[in-house]
């Protein structure tokens, strides 16, 4: 497995999220992720609700590959950061073991800096050090 220093990782993650440009962004996946890689979301409680209020036991949000985890990063960028304003970076608590990286991450205001969201991610490398699993757990 190649050396990965985890703190850094988190920065290019969170990095992804944050960038306007389409080239840099798919770039910036195609440096980070295994060809086959998932993202996969633990959805927020309001999301949990309506499902099982439509009957489904569970939910499962993925996108596997480059093409798809390029649109989920391009469309978490067009809500969260263009219309909303945020910008996302890692917390400074990122460790790895063997491997898996688990770090913590903030949505912040760019206009005032105050922290409004988070969560925590679990990423698993594949031996040339690109995510081969995300597992995203947003909260408070």
Do not use: C
């Amino acid at each position: 497995m190649i050396e990965i220093d985890p703190q850094d990782l988190a920065h290019r993650y969170t990095a992804q999220w944050n960038t306007s440009d389409a080239g840099e962004r798919r770039a910036a996946i195609e440096r980070l992720w295994a060809e086959d890689g998932t993202h996969t979301l633990h959805p927020p409680a309001e999301i949990r609700e309506v499902a099982a209020g439509l009957g489904f036991s569970h939910t499962t949000l993925e996108a596997q590959g480059h093409d798809a985890i390029e649109r989920r990063v391009a469309r978490s960028y067009e809500e969260f950061v263009a219309k909303q304003g945020l910008t996302f970076r890692p917390r400074a608590d990122a460790v790895r073991l063997h491997g898996v990286v688990k770090f913590g991450w903030e949505a912040v205001s760019a206009e005032t800096g105050e922290v409004l969201g988070g969560g925590v991610e679990f990423v698993v490398l594949d031996d040339d050090g690109r995510i081969k699993s995300d597992y995203m757990y947003p909260g408070p």
